[in-house]
T-cell receptor, first 111, second 115 residues
Framework: DAGITQSPRHKVTETGTPVTLRCHQT?????MYWYRQDPGHGLRLIHY???????DKGEVSDGYSVSRSKTEDFLLTLESATSSQTSVYFC??????????FGPGTRLTVT | QQQVKQSPQSLIVQKGGISIINCAYE??????FPWYQQFPGKGPALLIA?????SEKKEGRFTISFNKSAKQFSLHIMDSQPGDSATYFC??????????????FGKGTLLTVNP
């Protein structure tokens, strides 16, 4: 979905460093989601937002935090990156019809 | 606890054949069932979705069949083409607002269509 962009697209970082991934949307989605995708696990929900400053945990939230100060931007932060957080991260937004649309993903490698 | 089980993990089909991917769910509160298609290096793209008030939905060569009593739904790809080669994910969610529309995904099926 061209309405959802993610930055950076690729990042390599060292264990113990903080990392912030950005999701930007131009579709005025109220609901937004962060997922991680790992081989053999499919897509797993990390955190989600149901409005500005309204967020909640998903099934794999440990080690992650999120913030949403305005409708357009949803940030995912790894407070202290670990090798187990090496993954591909996807942001998604839900439209009024109930369908979720995904961004292009960020490939994160923690060394 | 895996709430959406998808099978098979991988599938090889000849061009022109029918590809069938199955999913089973446990939570009877689920009432929205989308399928996503993902090509390497890309984000998942919504392919087709169904709600339990119908047993089948067709869009072009793609059909979802839904069996509420069995808690199962499947994706059929007719006249499969090499360009259909991708990973397919089923998902489910509770449509009412209380769940915040969170999707639970199956683990994916890697489809290869041979020419």
């Amino acid at each position: 979905d061209a309405g959802i962009t993610q930055s950076p697209r690729h990042k390599v970082t060292e264990t113990g460093t903080p990392v912030t991934l950005r999701c930007h949307q131009t579709e005025n989605h109220r609901y937004m989601y962060w997922y991680r995708q790992d081989p053999g696990h499919g897509l797993r929900l990390i955190h989600y937002s149901y409005g500005v400053k309204d967020t909640d945990k998903g099934e794999v939230s440990d080690g992650y935090s999120v913030s949403r100060s305005k409708t357009e931007d949803f940030l995912l932060t790894l407070e202290s990156a670990t090798s187990s957080q090496t993954s591909v991260y996807f942001c998604a937004g839900r439209d009024r019809g109930g369908e979720q649309y995904f961004g292009p993903g960020t490939r994160l490698t923690v060394t | 606890q895996q709430q959406v089980k998808q099978s098979p993990q991988s599938l090889i089909v000849q061009k022109g054949g029918i590809s069938i991917i199955n999913c089973a769910y446990e939570n009877t509160a689920f009432d929205y069932f989308p399928w996503y298609q993902q090509f390497p290096g890309k984000g998942p793209a919504l392919l087709i979705a169904i709600r339990p008030d119908v047993s089948e939905k067709k869009e072009g060569r793609f059909t979802i069949s839904f069996n509420k009593s069995a808690k199962q739904f499947s994706l059929h790809i007719m006249d499969s083409q090499p360009g259909d080669s991708a990973t397919y994910f089923c998902a489910a969610s509770k449509g009412s607002g209380g769940s915040n529309y969170k999707l639970t995904f199956g683990k994916g099926t890697l489809l290869t269509v041979n020419p």
